[in-house]
């Protein structure tokens, strides 16, 4: 069963405008994990956030995390057309038992130039 | 793709024949994954491998088996692959903190 759900499932903004795209899990997590996907490639780390931190910035990426309602999100700011791609949210609720992670259903974001 | 190659990358089987797909790292990486990708289902784990002959199942693993007999090289068979296997599979390398990906072999089972 996936932990993560993404949402929306799709996404279509102009270039110049944020993105932000939401993941709901649930059960508690160690960290939770943004990777993106390009068309026909694999997954990319892009940032990660520990269940003790409620906010982390890389660049033009902004993760915001609630363990209270059990959800974060996803903020690019003034996307490119480059930025076209699928975002998965990754959680690590192992207890720190293992490494392994359980990805969500992704959010696919279409950036019009 | 970090060191990661996967072999094949593209392949069309029958159903009912063995399928082994290969996942190759330069990283000396302990942990490696295989995950399968299918459209409203995200990426799945099937099994994966903190070691040289040590594996363990993931959340899909019936159907499929592995090996890891050097710390280079983890295979995924598909015993008798079926219609439902058809899907795209990713080998990565990492723990819980940061994954990466192989570029994907994409299965077709007719």
């Known amino acids: 069963s996936q932990q993560g759900e993404e949402d929306p499932q799709a996404l279509s903004i102009q270039e110049g405008e944020n993105a932000t795209m939401n993941c709901s899990y649930k059960t508690s997590i160690n960290n939770l994990q943004w990777y993106r996907q390009n068309s026909g490639r694999g997954l990319v780390h892009l940032i990660l956030?520990?269940?003790?931190?409620r906010e982390k910035h890389s660049g033009r990426l902004r993760v915001t995390l609630d363990t209270s309602k059990k959800s974060s999100s996803l903020l690019i700011t003034a996307s490119r057309a480059a930025d076209t791609a699928s975002y998965f949210c990754?959680?690590?609720?192992?207890?720190?038992?293992?490494?392994?992670?359980?990805f969500g259903t992704g959010t696919l974001l279409a950036v019009q130039p | 793709d970090a060191g990661i190659t996967q072999s094949p990358r593209h392949k069309v089987t029958e159903t009912g024949t063995p399928v082994t797909l290969r996942c190759h790292q330069t990283?000396?990486?302990?942990?490696m994954y295989w995950y399968r990708q299918d459209p409203g289902h995200g990426l799945r784990l099937i099994h994966y491998s903190y070691g040289v002959k040590d594996t363990d199942k993931g959340e899909v693993s019936d159907g499929y088996s592995v090996s890891r007999s050097k710390t280079e090289d983890f295979l995924l068979t598909l015993e008798s692959a079926t219609s439902s296997q058809t899907s795209v599979y990713f080998c990565?390398?990492?723990?819980?903190?940061?994954?990466?990906f192989g570029p994907g072999t994409r299965l077709t089972v007719t």
């Open positions: 990565a390398i990492g723990d819980r903190d940061e994954q990466y």
């Open positions: 990754a959680t690590d609720n192992s207890g720190g038992a293992t490494n392994k992670l359980i």
């Open positions: 990283e000396n990486h302990r942990y």
């Open positions: 956030i520990r269940s003790n931190e």
